[in-house]
């Protein structure tokens, strides 16, 4: 089976600018997250999907930040409009139903914000 | 609420000697999940070990962990490092069987470096 996919792998933003990330999560995964990774904060979840349905949305990323579940099989998630502290990696992980924690993540994409 | 602490954001040692990764959590929840993941350079996050049993301890890849609820803490050890075991190491806590689901809270991480 495919693992958790993520495009693109690099993304450089000026100030301003609104991005799209995306993330196919892996076939068959109910459970789709997304977080930031940064060395300060470590990993921030970001978004919380369970079948399509938004269970989390991580209260303090809400005003900018937007995620969205447009199938079982894709997401996306918007930063509008960017800063340079948004400047970090960007990982999307999938998990099955009562997979018991177990996450797969994507490769991440790694934004830069001039 | 539920928070997962790991103390040092960055572990140096010399290869060969042993390891051990600082986990401590905290939680309502009596059927609580610990998790280790691994992150190396390159790749993606993996599941190292995760155990929700007291006192039993969980091996993979030359690592081990025991929870131990009456202290709630989850080391990460090995008896000896190498150099490919450099990577980032992040603790997570899940209230499985709870409402959140799979949802993970993860600890800020520690950076393992391993010298010659």
């Known amino acids: 089976d495919a693992g958790v996919t993520q495009t693109p792998r690099h993304e450089v933003a000026e100030k301003g600018q609104t991005i799209i990330l995306k993330c196919e999560p892996v076939?068959?995964?109910?459970?789709l997250f997304w977080y930031r990774q940064t060395k300060i904060q470590g990993l921030e979840l970001l978004s919380y999907f369970r079948s399509k349905s938004l269970m989390e949305d991580g209260g303090a990323f809400k005003d900018r930040f937007k995620a969205e579940m447009l199938n079982s099989s894709f997401s996306t998630l918007k930063i509008q409009p960017t800063e340079p502290k948004d400047s970090a990696v960007y990982l999307c992980?999938?998990?099955?139903?009562w997979g018991g924690g177990t996450q797969y993540f994507g490769p991440g994409t790694r934004l830069l914000v001039l | 609420g539920d928070s997962v602490t790991q103390k040092e954001g960055l572990v140096t040692l010399t290869e060969g000697l042993p390891v051990m990764l600082n986990c401590t959590y905290q939680t309502i929840y009596s059927n609580a999940f610990l998790f280790w993941y691994v992150h190396y350079l390159n790749e993606s996050p993996r599941l190292l070990l995760k155990s929700s049993t007291d006192n039993k301890r969980t091996e993979h890849q030359g690592f081990h962990a025991t929870l131990h609820k009456s202290s709630s803490s989850f080391h990460l050890q090995k008896s000896s490092a190498q150099l490919s075991d450099s990577a980032l190491y992040y603790c997570?806590?899940?209230?499985?069987?709870?409402?959140?689901?799979?949802?993970?809270?993860f600890g800020i991480g520690t950076l393992l470096s391993v010298k010659p």
């Open positions: 992980a999938s998990s099955r139903d």
């Open positions: 997570a806590l899940s209230d499985h069987g709870g409402s959140s689901g799979n949802k993970l809270i």
């Open positions: 076939s068959g995964h109910n459970d």
